[in-house]
């Protein structure tokens, strides 16, 4: 079988290329950049026969999937606007997301395509509602939608984390009704993993390139002072998370289903910084002390992972493995 890849070239989506191809699949992967896919490629010699790339640069505009969907069986779309240094929150996150999907669902669903599931990566931010504070015992689980209105997420008041939240939610909510609308022959499969961390598999030139949650958790090792704000005590680890991906793709049971893929165990930054502190010897000078150290941090509210692991047989590694990984990788580039 041949999979699509959106996204190919980004942190989650190269592991999902990875998974794939150890298990035999072909893949073409599609991205902005013809360097990054080289480079890619470059890296993965004994693939050289079951992975291509396409560059598709722009990719709000309906139509540029249609040319790259030749012999594609199914589609894993990870591509989406991830960043919050962002100056027009609708134009930068808001509309691309959302013209995103409708851009692959589209060229999935033209006649004489042979895609039979689409496997889209949506977010926990399309679960969570982040202005409510839910008691200790509440579990949010993938019936839940943030409640957030389009509005909102496009008033230039609101931040670019509100935005964001909004992009995953409106592009996750475009999808389901592109396929209830078109009565499309594939069918869907949505995932909502909170914070994702991990080594990365994807080009990273430079340090100052890591991808956003990698970047605010290497930020903890290089020292930033206050450390960041646990927003949601939710994480998974990127090789986890792809290979709930694939798992997605391969259990026929899971079509029409949205799932939230995260570990069971909560997480906080300070808690990271517990770990670096012990695993490294030099991040007892860069990590900063101007915090309460804690034992393994107790959640505010309970986010269901054990669902996913349960009908996709997928297992979560512990955050202190994905920390010591992650750091470790990313102090090698620095020095
Ligand atoms: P990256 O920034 O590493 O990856 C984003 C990917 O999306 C890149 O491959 C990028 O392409 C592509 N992309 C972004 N904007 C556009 C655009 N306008 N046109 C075409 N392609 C675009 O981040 P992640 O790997 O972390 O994110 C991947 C997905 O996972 C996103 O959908 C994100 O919302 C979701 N997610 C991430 C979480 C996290 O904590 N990391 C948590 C929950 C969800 P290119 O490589 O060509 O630049």
Partial sequence: SYVLVTGATGFIGAHVVDNLLARGFSVRGSTRSKQKGDQMKAARPQYASKLDFVVVEDFTQ?????????????VIHVASPFFYDTTNNEQELILPAINGVR?????SAK????????VMTSSFASVVSPSSTPAP????????????????????????????????????????????????KFDL?????????GPVVHPVPTVQQLNESNMMLWGVAAGVDPLPVTRVPGWIDARDLAEVHVQALLTPEAGGKRFVAASPEPFSYEYAAD???????WAKETVTTNYKMSEKPSASYGIDGETVARELGVKYRPFKETVIDLVRQIRGLTI
Avoid: H
Wanted: proline content about 4%; some cysteine.
């Fill in 189 to 197: 499969v949505t995932l909502c993993p909170p914070m994702v961390f």
């Fill in 103 to 107: 851009s692959i669902l589209s060229a």
């Fill in 275 to 281: 770990i670096i502190r012990d695993e490294f010897d």
């Fill in 137 to 184: 015992e509440f579990t949010y689980t993938a019936a839940n939608w943030n409640p957030l209105t389009y509005e909102e997420a496009i008033d230039p008041k609101s931040d670019s984390v509100t935005a964001y939240r909004g992009s995953k939610k409106f592009a996750e909510l475009a999808a389901w009704e592109f396929v209830k609308e078109e009565k499309t």
């Fill in 111 to 118: 006649s004489g395509s042979k895609v039979q599931r689409l």
């Fill in 62 to 74: 309906i139509g540029v999937f249609d040319s790259v969907m030749d012999g594609i069986d199914a």
